[in-house]
């Protein structure tokens, strides 16, 4: 009996809807905005709201939970491409690693007044071409 469990299935096993969720919440933070089914829209929104909480505060400890949640893996750099980056150029970084600076340099303190409710979820009128689900935009609100 799965009595006072919180998290939705999703038909996927632990792994999978771990990685699933870190995929998310990075599109999310990067774009701010993504498109998506109902269900996974309202299981997110819980990671995407406990992000910001993190962002909100930017400390060592933090920044290293976020960089777990988000399942940010090391970069690793050639010599000529770790140069270039002690010299200001961010160019060769992956997406990830600036997520994480947008999540903590934007994000945080665009919330920092606010006590809850980051994200908006608006659902589209049309359902999704070829399997017909219900659709929806999951966003950051613009406060």
Known sequence: MRHAK???KLG?????????FANMLKSLVHYEKITTTIPKAKELRRFADKMITLAKEDTLANRRLAIAK????????????????KAGDKSSYTPDRLVVDKLFNV?????????GGYTRMSRLPLPRKGDCAKTCVLEYLSE
């Not at 996927?12 to 699933?20: F, V």
């Open 12 to 20: 996927r096993d632990t792994s999978h809807r771990r990685c699933l």
């Open 6 to 8: 919180r998290s939705a």
């Open 70 to 85: 988000l399942m940010v893996r090391k970069n690793t750099l050639t010599p000529r491409e770790q140069r270039a980056v």
């Open 107 to 115: 994000l945080g303190p665009r919330f920092q007044n606010r006590q």
